[in-house]
């Protein structure tokens, strides 16, 4: 089966006045349709940047990302993007945050009653029922996050790319929210692309977890995550196997630790 994104020997540096940033090298993945697909790397090893190609918001140095066979040239209207920098807009109520994705292109043409049925039905999957009219401001960091969670699932586009979505709120909070996102994801038939530094937190959702190097991000290791579904978010640390996969993917993080990288 064509793979529903494909990274083809992806490279990309920046430029800043007379300063050039090396962030991606030889790049080259697959993105199965349907799979929950982890990127675990250091701190400014290119992994919102593959984000970014993937959403075809920009274009690499050399190499081409392919969406469903077809090299993405404009940005990708198929694949929904929560980044890590919270972009709620905060003049609006977040009923209204979470229905701007349908008052774009051809969802526009959605009836006013199925627009009201699907932003209730989306607000309802991330929990946020009876704060449909709370501003941006007047929720926790949990709630934003489920606010922008809901904004990406509204339009229901074939993939969902996650940057460390929940990398900034406590543990505890963080396993409550996994769970859920599982929850929605499992069954579902949608591809999830989530980039995270959390290595336990990768192994424990995904099907697959590509490990990057440090700058310029290459690929160091792809595993397999063969964890039976549904899965315990809170349990499956214990699970045999866990921890073989965490000590083996470990062992191709670390290597970037010890060069003095932060992860
Ligand atoms: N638009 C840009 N202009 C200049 N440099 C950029 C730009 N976007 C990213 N970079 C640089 O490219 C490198 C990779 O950035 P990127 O955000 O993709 O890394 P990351 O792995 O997502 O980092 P983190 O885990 O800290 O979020 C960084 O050094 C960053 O400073």
Redesign the pocket.
């Known amino acids: 089966m064509t793979p529903i994104l494909e990274f083809r020997d992806l490279s990309k540096v920046?430029?800043?006045g007379e300063q050039r940033?090396h962030?991606l090298a030889h790049v080259t993945a697959e993105v199965e349709e349907g799979e929950l697909l982890a990127i675990v790397?250091?701190?400014?090893?290119?992994?919102?940047?593959?984000l970014?190609l993937s959403a075809g918001l920009?274009e690499p140095g050399t190499g081409e990302v392919l969406y469903r066979g077809q090299p993405l040239t404009r940005v990708n209207t198929q694949v929904s993007y929560v980044t890590?920098k919270d972009n709620l807009l905060p003049w609006r109520i977040v009923e209204d945050n979470v229905a701007l994705p349908l008052e774009l292109g051809a969802h526009a043409k959605l009836s006013k009653d199925d627009r009201r049925e699907r932003i209730a039905r989306y607000i309802e999957l991330v929990g946020l029922t009876g704060f449909e009219k709370h501003y941006p401001s007047e929720l926790s960091g949990g709630m934003r996050k489920r606010a922008q969670l809901a904004r990406s699932l509204v339009y229901e586009p074939d993939v969902l790319l996650m940057?460390?979505p929940f990398g900034a709120l406590d543990a505890q909070l963080k396993l409550v929210l996994q769970a859920e996102l599982l929850r929605m994801w499992e069954g579902t038939g949608k591809t999830l692309v989530f980039?995270t530094?959390d290595l336990a937190e990768a192994i424990t959702i995904a099907d697959r977890v590509i490990v990057?190097s440090s700058?310029p991000?290459r690929i160091r290791a792809i595993e397999h995550i063969d964890l039976p579904r549904p899965r315990d978010v809170f349990g499956i640390r214990f699970v045999p196997g866990f921890g073989d996969y965490f000590e083996r993917l470990w062992s191709a993080l670390r290597e970037d630790i010890h060069q003095g990288q932060e992860v």
């Open positions: 920046f430029f800043k940033v962030a790397g250091p701190s400014g090893c290119g992994k919102s940047t593959l970014n920009m890590q940057d460390e980039v530094h990057m700058r991000g």
